[in-house]
């Protein structure tokens, strides 16, 4: 199953220097049969840019946490193909992944720009306050949710580590 996986720059450079990353408590993003279902139109390249799009917003929230020191303000989604399990009540594109994802099951990296930074420390700076409906950070949200992220190969990642 392709899944999105929410992460940092931090967890980048661990699956690079790894091979393994470990998605945090093991939660990830699909297009999975409730989310197909929740939206009664749309293709399937438009469900898994929703689910993307929810990996884009969970990796907003754990740059919130603070602990990212090289890139606080870039989001970061993994795509890549393994197991997981629908956790509908968690929301409909929620899953759990079987396990940790290896670098060989990574389908692509996607990263902010840099000018998309801005917009995300907006974002992280009034996400809690999006979550409990005040519409102004809501917007700060959405935002950052509409800027470009960078696509990457997975065999980039020495490179996208070092460089970037």
Do not use: C
Not at 59 to 88: C, M, T
């Amino acid at each position: 199953m392709r899944v999105y996986i929410p992460a940092t720059f931090s967890m980048l450079a661990g699956l690079e220097a790894d091979g393994i990353l470990h998605a945090r408590n093991g939660w990830a993003f699909a297009a999975t049969p409730e989310l197909t279902e929740w939206y009664t139109s749309g293709d399937q390249e438009e469900i898994e840019a929703i689910a993307f799009d929810d990996a884009a917003l969970a990796s907003i929230r754990l740059l919130a946490i603070g602990d990212e020191e090289r890139f606080p303000h870039r989001r970061v989604v993994v795509s890549a193909d393994v197991d997981a399990s629908g956790e509908p009540e968690m929301g409909e594109s929620v899953v759990k992944l079987a396990g940790p994802v290896a670098l060989e099951d990574v389908a692509a990296i996607h990263v902010d720009v840099q000018e998309a930074e801005e917009a995300t420390a907006r974002a992280i700076e009034h996400i809690d306050a999006a979550d409990l409906g005040d519409e102004d950070a809501e917007l700060a949200v959405g935002d950052a949710q509409d800027n470009y992220m960078a696509f990457y190969d997975p065999s980039e990642l020495p490179f996208l580590v070092e460089l970037l």
